[in-house]
């Protein structure tokens, strides 16, 4: 409200806005103002432009800092990419009056560790997720477990991870491989059990688990197209010969009428139609093919076969 409020100003050029911020403009600004404003992205800045900060920090006091060669580069290592961060650090080393130069242990002695930027509910925390699950999905099981104690170093809810592996078993393996769902929760009741940091290594072998499994979203997909039937098709019946007759009334319309049992039928397979009448035949999965799956789309093969030839049959 307060940023519709704010536009007819800036549209009619009575306010020239100006403003900086660290969150994702597209998610903090209305579409109406955001379409009025140019956006220039500011990324972190490179070892390069580090160094020459620190140059034109030494030229404003007059002196050199106080590091050796390799201390000078652990400490823009240490600023990860935060110009601002690195002056506050260089300022304190000019003030701690040294004439011989630290090493890079000495320099960790005097200056500690900073935390890692991370967001745990603004766009770092979805970057981070995102990109975790997509290394995953890409079978790259290292940069997976990069991701993975990148978020868990920055104080993410390790339980919020496990509900997004639990995702990505379901979502990117599937029926490749059935057994990482299982795992995906054995993982997540085992940090439950065990807390941290031990359950975290739980995480660790689910990941690796994932990344290194066989990849199908078939069942996904699958998913996606059959809700979109289930939507277009509304309310069809169940076709008669399947729905169950307990009175003599229902018998009489029909129902269960021609059923077959498949566990009777050869192969334990039947071929009937289990679509509603009216409503054409659909294919909504279609296995990859990789690993466990390959065994399942033989199989779906193999009945598809027989239903043609029942069809011939008429």
């Not at 601002?84 to 701690?96: A, C, D, P, V």
């Not at 940090?191 to 199908?216: C, M, N, R, T």
């Amino acid at each position: 409200a307060q940023q519709d409020g704010f536009l007819p100003f800036v549209e009619e050029g009575i306010v020239t806005l100006v403003g900086a911020t660290t969150e994702n403009p597209s998610f903090e600004l209305n579409g109406a103002l955001l379409s009025r404003c140019q956006v220039f992205v500011l990324k972190r800045l490179d070892d390069e432009a580090l160094g020459a900060l620190l140059d034109k920090a030494e030229i404003h006091e007059a002196k050199p800092l106080p590091l050796e060669p390799e201390a000078r580069q652990a400490l823009i290592a240490l600023a990860d990419g935060d110009g601002r961060y690195l002056l506050t650090l260089s300022e304190t080393l000019f003030n701690i009056g040294t004439a011989k130069p630290l090493t890079t242990k000495e320099l960790g002695q005097i200056l500690q560790k900073r935390s890692p930027a991370y967001d745990k509910d603004r766009e770092g925390h979805y970057n981070l997720v995102s990109a975790l699950h997509k290394s995953i999905r890409g079978s790259d099981p290292d940069a997976a477990l990069y991701w993975l104690c990148r978020m868990l170093d920055g104080g993410e809810d390790p339980l919020f991870i496990a509900r997004r592996l639990i995702r990505a078993a379901a979502e990117d393996i599937g029926e490749a491989d059935p057994m990482a769902l299982v795992i995906a929760n054995a993982a997540k009741d085992t940090y439950d059990f065990l807390g941290s940091p031990e359950g975290e290594i739980a995480l660790a072998q689910l990941v690796v688990h994932l990344a290194a499994a066989p990849k199908s979203n078939a069942v996904y997909m699958a998913y996606k197209a059959a809700m979109r039937a289930a939507k277009e098709t509304g309310s069809l019946a169940p076709p008669a010969h399947i729905l169950n007759a307990p009175t003599k009334l229902m018998k009489d319309l029909g129902y269960g009428k021609g059923y077959a049992y498949d566990h009777d039928a050869e192969g334990g397979f039947s071929g009937q139609n289990y679509f509603p009448d009216g409503m054409a035949r659909r294919k909504f999965y279609d296995p990859k093919g990789e690993g466990v799956e390959a065994r399942i789309k033989d199989r779906l093969d193999r009945w598809a076969e027989i239903r043609a030839r029942r069809g011939d049959q008429g």
